[in-house]
């Protein structure tokens, strides 16, 4: 039973430490991806300038005979590219040239960049390719910069694009409405200009969805290992006590078996225990008195038989010198039992050891014991005679044996 019993806290310390390892393994991994799983991207100022034709005072249509007149547009619409370099760039604005390459799809597409060698800025709508592909193709067109206008359902929006591979030339996103504008300008054969300078750095945090999946999975096997671990403890709560219900069965028998065997004996008038100097029983604190039965304990302690029976049965030791009945009387509990014990076996029989001829406890037994007349019990194939002359001393009991005839 102490093997068993020191499996099981070592198996109760093993579980228990590894579901604090896995707590705080899934504990790392939440703080893990936490700081992975961080967005860090930076808003651009898209200051545009262009000229716009004086209205004619007659009809009111632009490309009157006025001079033109100079507009400047400065807005935080745009947003960094998530491998561009983050720095200023300037330039006029240019479109593919056809109308049908206007997605920047083809590496071949053809912009209407300005003569000169001047800087110049592609601007490109969003859509049939990824921004690799429309970044890559004005950047091998010797553009200075790529500014790429959200289109669809979130075009008011700007995302952080990603572009790996593409990583010396500035890119940007801005909203559709700003595009359309420009666009709508280049397509009135207004030059536009362009200046982009860096706007506020931002930092937003996520939780993807793989870290999501995985957290889950961490914490599923978790549950599993911490499930598993209380099956098995309770498993094991159970076989013990079912063997500790069973050796408390063997014991209670044992006990009947050795009450069975103690001396009965029934007090009559005239006897000293029914004198008032003599002690009372020591369970019920009252005295004897003619007819009570009393039941003789090999120490030569007496008691009530109603009173000590179910002390012994419980206990199986004297209530006054906690000598056992079982140990006294060489009736050990079942022997398959005796494995099972649990490690406090020797409290639960309780008292000093007996001493192996008289069976009597080896404390010193009081002053109140008693001597009884002689009396004879049979004890298997021996008649134990209990004699009273002369007394006996303190501890032990004199007897005789003689084989039965």
């Known amino acids: 039973m102490k093997v068993a019993m020191s499996l099981i806290r070592a198996c109760r310390s093993l579980a228990l430490s590894t579901w604090l390892l896995s707590f705080c393994f899934v504990h790392l991994l939440c703080l893990d991806f936490t700081v992975a799983e961080k967005e860090e991207w930076y808003t651009a100022f898209v200051n545009i300038t262009y000229a716009e034709p004086a209205p004619d005072p007659g009809t009111g249509a632009a490309g ?48 209407a960049a300005p003569a000169h060698g001047k800087n110049w800025i592609a601007l490109i709508p969003k859509g049939n390719c990824t921004y690799r592909d429309k970044i890559r193709n004005a950047f091998l067109q010797n553009a200075s910069a790529v500014v790429i206008f959200n289109v669809g359902s979130s075009a008011n929006e700007t995302v952080t694009m990603s572009h790996a591979g593409v990583e010396d030339i500035v890119a940007i996103m801005i909203p559709e409405p700003k595009g359309k504008e420009i666009v709508s300008l280049l397509e009135r054969n207004i030059t536009v200009t362009m200046y982009i300078t860096i706007g506020t750095r931002n930092l937003q945090k996520y939780v993807s969805r793989t870290s999501v999946v995985f957290v889950s999975i961490s914490f599923i ?70 007819n009570d039965i009393v039941r003789i304990l090999p120490c030569r302690h007496l008691f009530h038989k109603s009173c000590v029976d179910p002390w012994l049965l419980d206990h199986r030791t004297c ?22 014990l649990p490690t406090d076996y020797e409290g639960s029989l ?5 001493s192996q001829i008289t069976g009597a406890s080896d404390t010193t037994v009081n002053e109140s014991s008693v001597t009884l007349g002689p009396a004879v019990r049979t004890v298997g194939a021996l008649q134990v005679v209990w004699d009273t002359d002369p007394p006996p001393q303190e501890g032990e009991a004199i007897f005789t044996t003689n084989r039965k005839v």
């Open 319 to 340: 209530p006054m010198c906690k000598m056992n009945i079982l140990k006294a009387l060489g009736i050990p509990p079942n022997a398959d039992c005796m494995d099972d």
């Open 221 to 290: 096997v978790l549950m599993i290992i911490s499930l598993a671990w209380l099956v098995f403890y309770y498993i094991q709560r159970f076989r013990y006590a079912n063997a500790r219900d069973r050796n408390q069965r063997r014991l209670g028998d044992a006990a009947k078996k050795a009450i069975s065997k103690l001396q009965v004996r029934t007090i009559k008038k005239g006897d000293k225990e029914t004198e008032p100097d003599f002690d009372n029983c020591a369970v019920c604190i009252e005295g004897y008195k003619p």
């Open 64 to 111: 009157g005979g006025g001079g033109p007149e100079l507009r400047t547009e400065k807005t935080e619409c745009g947003r960094y590219g998530e491998h561009s370099p983050k720095q200023d760039a300037r330039g006029e604005v240019a479109m593919a040239s056809s109308a049908h390459d206007r997605l920047a799809c083809d590496p071949g597409t053809k912009f």
């Open 350 to 354: 309780g008292g000093p050891p007996a």
